[in-house]
């Protein structure tokens, strides 16, 4: 099983950011094999960036697309996205 935890600052604008080193966004990509949690943080990232489309408080909306890497375990992320309605 894999999961991917995207963390966003309230006050992050819309628009196009890189995720290595990024103070308002962290990723967080964890696998579970065999029972065992491998768990990496967007600081492990070779490369990465996160579209931001919209981030409404007044329709409490949330979508934009993203992708990241890390070549040391060949991983790439690619096409992930997200549109969310929140409450």
Do not use: W
Not at 52 to 68: D, H, I, K, N, Q
């Amino acid at each position: 099983r894999t999961t991917i935890g995207l963390f966003l600052d309230r006050d992050l604008e819309p628009g196009d950011h890189d995720l290595i080193d990024h103070e308002q966004i962290k990723v967080i990509y964890t696998e579970t094999l065999h029972r065992k949690n491998t768990v990496y943080h967007s600081a492990h990232f070779q490369g990465g960036r996160l579209v931001l489309f919209e981030a409404s408080p007044c329709t409490l909306r949330l979508r934009g697309v993203f992708s990241f890497n890390m070549s040391s375990i060949n991983l790439d992320v690619t096409d992930g996205a997200f549109d969310l309605y929140c409450r």
